[in-house]
C-alpha cells in the first residue's frame, strides 16, 4: 500500500509559482506512472500531469507550456512546478499513481490578487 503526502501549496499572486511536492511511502515507487490532480469545490478531480516511470509526460491543455512535472525515484517524491499561475488554477492539488491508490491530504493552492 502506498501512502502519499502532498506539500509546498500556498497563496501566491497571478504570475507567480509554486513547487509541489508529493511524497510516497509503502511501495515500490519507481515504476509506477504518477500523476497528479486538482479539485475545485463541488467538482471532480481533474488530471493535470502524468509521468510514467520510464519519464514520458502528458500535460491538461489547461496547463501546457506553464506546469512541469518531474519525479525523484531515489527520493520517492514527484513534483509539480507551476509557473505563470492564473486565478483558475486555484484547487487542491493531489497526486496519485496508476492505478490509483487511497487518495492523500491534497494541498491547497490559492491564486488570487
Known amino acids: 500500500q502506498v501512502q502519499l503526502v502532498e506539500s509546498g501549496g500556498g497563496l501566491v499572486q497571478p504570475g507567480g509559482s509554486l513547487r509541489l511536492s508529493c511524497a510516497a511511502s509503502g511501495s515500490i515507487f519507481s515504476i509506477y506512472e504518477l500523476g497528479w490532480y486538482r479539485r475545485t469545490p463541488g467538482k471532480q478531480r481533474v488530471l493535470v500531469a502524468t509521468?510514467?516511470?520510464?519519464?514520458?509526460?502528458n500535460y491538461a491543455d489547461a496547463v501546457k507550456g506553464r506546469f512541469t512535472i518531474s519525479r525523484d525515484n531515489a527520493k520517492n517524491t514527484v513534483y509539480l512546478q507551476m509557473n505563470s499561475l492564473k486565478p483558475e488554477d486555484t484547487a487542491v492539488y493531489y497526486c496519485n499513481k496508476f492505478p490509483i491508490t487511497d487518495w492523500g491530504q491534497g494541498t491547497q493552492v490559492t491564486v488570487s490578487s
Open positions: 509521468i510514467t516511470a520510464d519519464g514520458r509526460i
